[in-house]
C-alpha cells in the first residue's frame, strides 16, 4: 500500500508540472497577440493625430497666405518664415506650434521657392496602417508608402484646380 502511495505521488507531480509549463505558454502567446493589437492601436491613434495636427498647418498656412495677400497684387503664395508666425496676434492661425506626433519631434519643414514655409511632413519612414479613404484636403496621400511621403502643404494637391493644371493639355481636352 505504501508503494503505491508514493508511486501516485510521482505521477503527479509531473502532470503539475507539465500543466504549469502550458498553462506558461498560452500565457506568453496570448501576451505576444495583444502586444502586436496595442502597437497596431497606438500607431492607428498617432496617425490619426498626425492627420489631425498635418491639416491644421495646411490650413493655417492657407489662411496666411490669403491674409498676406488680401488687398495686394502680388503673384504667387506668400509664406511664414517660421511656423511660430502662424501663431502670433493680432490674428493667429494656429492655436500653437505642434510637433509631430510619429516622428516625436520637430516637423521636417518643406521649403518654397522663396524661401518660406509652404508645407510640413513627418520624419518617419514608418509605413502607415492608412492606406486610402483620406479626408478631401488629403486625399493625395492614398497609396503613399511612408508617414514621410505624406506632405501637408499649401497650395494642397487634393485640390481640384491644381491638379488639372498639372495634367497634359491633350489629356486634359473633352473628348
Not at 46 to 67: P, R
Not at 131 to 152: A, E, I
Amino acid at each position: 500500500m505504501r508503494r503505491s502511495a508514493a508511486w501516485l505521488r510521482r505521477t503527479e507531480g509531473g502532470f503539475s508540472y507539465l500543466m504549469v509549463m502550458v498553462t506558461m505558454t498560452l500565457m506568453g502567446i496570448l501576451m505576444t497577440v495583444a502586444a502586436k493589437q496595442w502597437k497596431t492601436m497606438v500607431q492607428r491613434e498617432l496617425e490619426m493625430d498626425l492627420l489631425g495636427k498635418g491639416m491644421e498647418i495646411q490650413a493655417a498656412l492657407a489662411l496666411y497666405s490669403a491674409a498676406a495677400k488680401a488687398g495686394r497684387v502680388t503673384p504667387g503664395e506668400i509664406y511664414p518664415h517660421t511656423l511660430v508666425e502662424l501663431t502670433r496676434p493680432p490674428k493667429p492661425f494656429l492655436r500653437k506650434v505642434y510637433y509631430d506626433p510619429v516622428g516625436h519631434g520637430e516637423w521636417e519643414l518643406v521649403r518654397a521657392p522663396t524661401g518660406g514655409i509652404m508645407g510640413v511632413r513627418s520624419k518617419s519612414k514608418l509605413r502607415p496602417i492608412k492606406q486610402n479613404n483620406f479626408p478631401l484636403p488629403v486625399r493625395h496621400f492614398q497609396g503613399k508608402s511612408t508617414h514621410y511621403d505624406w506632405v501637408f502643404q499649401h497650395p494642397n494637391p487634393s485640390q481640384g484646380g491644381v491638379l488639372r493644371s498639372t495634367m497634359p493639355p491633350s489629356s486634359a481636352a473633352p473628348r
